[in-house]
């Protein structure tokens, strides 16, 4: 049973935005935090941005102020902004819920601390 499921994902120009979203089936609790993770091609995946239910949110340091976080409780819908796009931007990225920590929590940003993930959507900026 699919239980996240992102889509959004495509092919821009350095400079350009794309807003990825993430619905999530009602049986999926999303737990202390959730958030969105990326993996480019021979890297380990990492965290990029967390929102909590009461709409908190986190970012790592190499897309603060670019990409927005947020989430539409009624449609059980996670949104990820992403503006102005670098090249390094490029990767696969996956939504996560059921978080078993807090999103301030440092721990909250490694990929053993969620029950939940989604089968990715592709980004790719080209310069």
């Known amino acids: 049973q699919v239980q996240l499921v992102e889509s959004g994902g495509g092919s821009v120009q350095t400079g350009g935005s794309l807003r990825l979203s993430c619905a999530r089936s009602?049986?999926?609790?999303?737990?202390?935090?959730m958030g969105w993770f990326r993996q480019a091609p021979g890297k380990e995946r990492e965290g990029v941005a967390l929102?909590?239910?009461?709409?908190?949110?986190f970012y790592s340091d190499s897309v603060k102020g670019r990409f927005t976080i947020s989430q539409d409780g009624a449609k059980n819908t996670m949104y990820l902004q992403m503006n102005s796009l670098k090249p390094e931007d490029t990767a696969l990225y996956y939504c996560?819920?059921?978080?078993?920590?807090?999103?301030?929590?440092?721990?909250?940003?490694?990929?053993?601390?969620?029950?939940?993930w989604g089968q990715g959507t592709q980004v790719t900026v080209s310069s």
């Open positions: 929102i909590n239910t009461g709409d908190r949110t």
């Open positions: 009602e049986d999926v609790n999303s737990g202390f935090c």
């Open positions: 996560a819920a059921g978080g078993r920590f807090s999103c301030g929590y440092t721990t909250a940003w490694s990929v053993d601390a969620y029950d939940y």
